[in-house]
């Protein structure tokens, strides 16, 4: 019976360290993507997750599809399938020099 009361703190230990460095970033970056696709905006540009660039002629918001206008024609897709991190380098202002 005394090891299991000497071995708690560290699956304590060990539970919190797993939250802190596994569930809550994870938790983080699902809250970041949900708040990009729902502020999604016609006119942006944008890259799906398969790497089709494109802008967004509508954000249809009954069906949770946008529009997507590339250079072979218009493309009806998901929400879901673009991504954030490009997008935001896509969109981000030009450098300086």
């Known amino acids: 019976m005394e090891g299991i009361s000497n071995q708690l703190p560290f699956f304590l230990?060990?539970?919190v360290?797993?939250?802190?460095f596994i569930i809550l970033p994870q938790q983080r970056r699902?809250?970041?993507?949900?708040?990009?696709q729902q502020n999604l905006?016609?006119?942006?540009?944008?890259?799906t997750k398969s790497g089709l660039?494109?802008?967004?002629?509508?954000?249809?918001?009954?069906d949770t599809t946008v529009i997507l206008e590339t250079m072979a024609g218009k493309l009806k897709i998901e929400r879901s399938a673009i991504s954030t991190e490009l997008s935001?380098?896509?969109n981000a202002p030009a450098i300086k020099r």
């Open 13 to 15: 230990l060990l539970f």
């Open 53 to 62: 660039h494109g802008r967004l002629l509508e954000v249809v918001e009954k």
């Open 41 to 47: 905006k016609k006119g942006d540009k944008v890259i």
């Open 17 to 20: 360290v797993f939250f802190l």
């Open 88 to 90: 935001t380098k896509l």
């Open 30 to 36: 699902a809250k970041r993507e949900r708040t990009f």
